[in-house]
């Protein structure tokens, strides 16, 4: 019999097979929940409601799936993106799992410290959401280290992908620093509120990692030069700069 120390460790392909089917189940998880909204009734807006669980699984469910398909364009080493990636989809189920939860329990899934109950699952997400920092934040280094593989148009749209999800990062970690401040001192209807104002830039920074190299493997199943791939490349890039630039703007204004 095998030692342990012995076994194979998980394979790369079925660590990609693992990450998929786990986005797949959290956007699932989403829908789920949307028909549990149309069931349910309530509201849409406000700390709680059945939006976060619908938002967070599908937000969660892409962002997982797309970062497994991006990553594959990395130079980096196999052993060290297949660790990375199943980490990122377990911090993934722990930070979708914690939500769900406390929308059953129909109480607020962040910045909630009125039992220890509560503070133990905010906390909980506080600190998975500084571990997913951390992870995409290296996956986001080794893009600029090395360029990224592919098609044309692939390498821009990986780095571009990237350093716009760094914005989104900044901007969650933002939200729940200040959040967590406003809880601590007292003020926690204003806490809840605190957040509105990032939301949109967080939102439209979050998916730019999909939405970009989808575009540039589109454009490769075309019969575009590489150098009109490039170029509408260029342009689609500097369209989701200036969206990002605009909630940027709307938040600073509203903060």
């Not at 190299?213 to 200036?242: H, I, N, Q």
Request: contains cysteine; proline residues 4%; charged residues 10%.
């Amino acid at each position: 019999m095998a030692t342990r120390a012995n076994q194979a460790p998980i394979s790369r392909p079925a660590a990609e097979r693992l990450c998929y089917a786990t986005g797949a189940a959290l956007v699932a998880s989403g829908l789920v929940h949307l028909v549990v909204l149309g069931v349910d009734g309530g509201p849409w807006y406000g700390p709680v409601s059945w939006r976060k669980p619908i938002t967070f699984g599908l937000s969660f469910g892409l962002t997982l799936m797309a970062i497994t398909w991006v990553t594959s364009y990395l130079k980096v080493g196999a052993r060290l993106r297949t660790a990375l990636l199943v980490v990122f989809a377990a911090d993934c189920v722990l930070e979708v799992a914690g939500i769900t939860l406390q929308a059953w329990r129909r109480v607020p899934s962040h910045l909630d410290m009125e039992t220890t109950f509560d503070s133990a699952v905010s906390m909980s997400l506080a600190v998975g959401g500084g571990i997913l920092v951390a992870l995409l934040t290296t996956f986001a280094v080794a893009s600029f280290r090395n360029g990224p593989g592919g098609p044309a148009g692939m390498a821009l749209a990986v780095r571009s992908g990237f350093a716009v999800l760094l914005v989104a990062l900044a901007s969650g970690a933002a939200m729940i620093a200040r959040g967590v401040f406003l809880t601590r001192t007292g003020h926690q209807e204003a806490a809840y509120a605190s957040t509105a104002a990032l939301k949109p830039l967080h939102g439209v920074s979050l998916h730019a990692v999909l939405v970009l190299p989808a575009l540039a493997w589109l454009m490769s199943r075309t019969a575009w030069s590489e150098r009109r791939r490039l170029r509408v490349m260029y342009a689609a890039v500097g369209c989701y700069a200036a969206a990002v630039l605009a909630a940027a703007a709307w938040a600073a204004r509203t903060y």
